[in-house]
């Protein structure tokens, strides 16, 4: 085995175990997503059909929520890829790093670019930027396999225990304390905390707009009052 | 509760081909290209605009409840909220939240 080969396998193994506290959030996460899914009467093969093909914990709990709500189809895609546009500004932030590879690859490497994998990965490449391509491909892989299989089988375990938890156990709170639990730690600036307030004024303020419209106006409200106000008082944390 | 399977998967598929395009929007197809800045200033915002808004009918009306306010719920935001902002945990979030939500809600019994 030639050094290069060796140096290889050690970054992607360092991947691997950077991304394995992350099986602390994923883990759970699958897993609820698994029982509130099945629970909303979505069958197993839905339900993994989900987790395997989005891969993006929030807007399938999104997509859940509304769908529990009946709203309209187009409502629900509309809402659920809003929350996953962030991921347009993880692919911008990769492209000095894989934008030159084959496009099998960086079809790839998109299919897997979720939080974890973009910020560790942008870390460690903004850390070390001058590392050969094939290291920031075995640390980025590195992750996923930390996290990936366990995504899929946390929500097959979900999925299989479903309807068997109790109605006491009040799984239908899930879906709000994990979005609460993703976007407190967020709150740390002013323009954050002011979008949030948006948001949840708006959205109660506008529940009477037909086909559940009034979450997609409060939510391009919200947005608008963050980056106005991200602009006038600039983006400083205060803790 | 009775869902339409063909709604269901309908919205599989095409969260999966929207959120991959978006995986792939700059890394496959606008490559080096420069987000202008305001478009930035936004993004930054949309899951903290959208995610608040979606939740919070959710925690005020919640059906298994009735679609009344309920005291356990409430309580219980206000603890994950206050322990995810201080402590910037997920999981602490969640455990303290489910936490307050059985205690409340033996409490209250």
């Excluded at chain 1, 929500?155 to 068997?164: D, F, H, K, P, Q």
């Excluded at chain 2, 719920?73 to 201080?86: H, N």
């Amino acid at each position: 085995m030639t050094a290069q080969n060796n140096t290889t396998k050690n970054t992607f193994w360092r991947g691997f175990r950077d991304g394995l506290p992350f099986i602390l959030v994923v883990a759970p996460f699958g897993t609820l997503f698994g029982v509130v899914a099945t629970e909303a009467g979505l069958d197993l093969l839905q339900v993994m059909s989900f987790s395997i093909l989005v891969i993006a914990g929030a807007s399938q709990f999104s997509a859940l929520a509304l769908l529990s709500e009946n709203a309209p189809t187009f409502i629900i895609l509309l809402t659920s890829l809003a929350v996953n546009l962030r991921m347009a500004m993880y692919s911008a932030a990769l492209v000095p790093h894989f934008g030159k590879l084959k496009t099998r690859l960086k079809l790839l490497i998109s299919y897997f670019l979720v939080d974890q994998s973009f910020a560790l990965g942008v870390k460690e490449f903004d850390e070390n930027p001058d590392q050969p391509t094939v290291y920031k491909i075995a640390y980025f892989f590195g992750i996923m396999l930390a996290i990936t299989p366990l995504w899929y089988g946390s929500t097959y375990i979900g999925a299989v225990l479903g309807t068997s938890i109790p109605a006491e156990f009040s799984l239908d709170f899930a879906v709000p304390i994990c979005f609460i639990a993703l976007i407190a730690p967020l709150l740390r600036t002013v323009p954050h905390i002011l979008t949030a307030i948006v948001s949840v004024v708006a959205a109660l303020a506008l529940t009477w707009v037909p086909y559940n419209l009034g979450l997609i106006i409060a939510a391009i409200m919200a947005m608008m009052v963050g980056a106005f106000s991200e602009l006038k008082l600039g983006y400083k944390k205060w803790s | 509760m009775v869902l339409d399977p063909a709604k269901v998967w309908f919205i599989i598929i095409g969260m999966a081909i929207g959120t991959f395009f978006i995986r792939y929007s700059f890394l496959g197809l606008l490559g080096d290209r420069e987000l202008p800045d305001w478009v930035l200033r936004h993004l930054r915002y949309v899951g903290v605009a959208v995610l608040p808004g979606l939740i919070a009918p959710l925690i005020l009306w919640p059906e298994a409840a009735g679609g009344t306010p309920d005291l356990a719920r409430i309580m219980a935001t206000i603890a994950a909220v206050m322990i995810g902002i201080w402590k910037k945990s997920v999981i602490g979030a969640v455990v303290l939240g489910f936490g307050t939500l059985y205690t409340v809600q033996y409490l209250t019994a």
